[in-house]
């Protein structure tokens, strides 16, 4: 994940106890990413647009992911949402259904190749960076990854609990951040952890959705729309 947070408040005072249910966007909370898309490359251009980022009225956020045909191979709109503040040590939960066909979310969602679905903190070119990410092709599994530089990193793709389709349905995806230990959870399930390459500067708490051309990550997008939608987020410190 390479997104570069600019112009971004680096404020580290965070709550004591801080939860989001996206009744609305707060954007005294929360940045709207408009940059050009990292994952570009010569079959896909693009960029973060602002647009593709709203609530639905029945408390979720929705981002969007929208792909066209265009002179040049595929143009896509990705979606992406930062914290202005940074947060530390503690447990990060965030309930939210993997990138589908639909954004109506009583409506059960079908999963397409071709993008990623995070949920991260992050901070300077990965000086912090922790990962939940889902792939597109693959949407019974999780990518777990802690980050301390551009080159240091480790990293596991895990399935999830009963092998699970979390395009399909909402799953509360937590880590627990230590100063040692980064641990995982799938609906209160551990599912991996980590001692080595633990970030130790706040990171900004970020969610996105973006495309792929890779059939072994996240797998070759199609022109349409994907939605992935998020209920709630969390932070408690430790």
Request: aromatic share 10%; hydrophobic share 35%; glycine share 8%.
């Amino acid at each position: 994940m390479l997104t570069l947070v600019t112009g971004a408040q680096t404020q580290s005072n965070a709550p004591t106890r801080w939860t989001e249910n996206f009744d609305r966007l707060d954007t005294s909370t929360w940045g709207v990413s408009t940059w050009n898309g990292f994952w570009q490359n010569d079959q896909v251009k693009g960029a973060f647009q602002k647009q593709n980022v709203y609530t639905d009225g029945r408390g979720h956020l929705v981002l969007m992911l929208d792909v066209k045909a265009c002179p040049q191979g595929l143009c896509a709109q990705a979606a992406e949402v930062q914290t202005h503040r940074r947060f530390g040590f503690g447990r990060y939960s965030v309930r939210m259904r993997a990138a589908s066909h639909t954004p109506e979310a009583r409506t059960p969602g079908r999963a397409r190749p071709g993008n990623i679905s995070g949920a991260f903190s992050f901070f300077n070119n990965s000086a912090t960076e922790i990962d939940v990410e889902i792939e597109g092709h693959r949407t019974s599994f999780m990518n777990a990854a802690a980050w301390t530089s551009l080159k240091t990193k480790t990293a596991a793709l895990v399935p999830s609990p009963q092998r699970t389709d979390l395009a399909r349905d909402f799953h509360t995806y937590t880590w627990d951040w230590q100063p040692h230990r980064l641990a995982f959870s799938i609906d209160g399930v551990k599912v991996w952890e980590t001692r080595q390459h633990v970030p130790q500067q706040p990171g900004h708490l970020m969610l996105n959705v973006w495309p792929t051309m890779d059939p072994n990550w996240g797998g070759q997008v199609k022109p349409g729309r994907v939605y992935m939608l998020v209920d709630s987020v969390s932070f408690q410190p430790l």
